[in-house]
């Protein structure tokens, strides 16, 4: 599995989205 910049990026961005909500 890759994980690059983008890819942390993103799953902070969901994972902070989830506990917005």
Do not use: A, C, Q, R
């Amino acid at each position: 599995m890759y994980l690059g910049s983008d890819t942390i990026v993103v799953v902070l961005g969901l994972y902070s989205k989830h506990n917005w909500i």
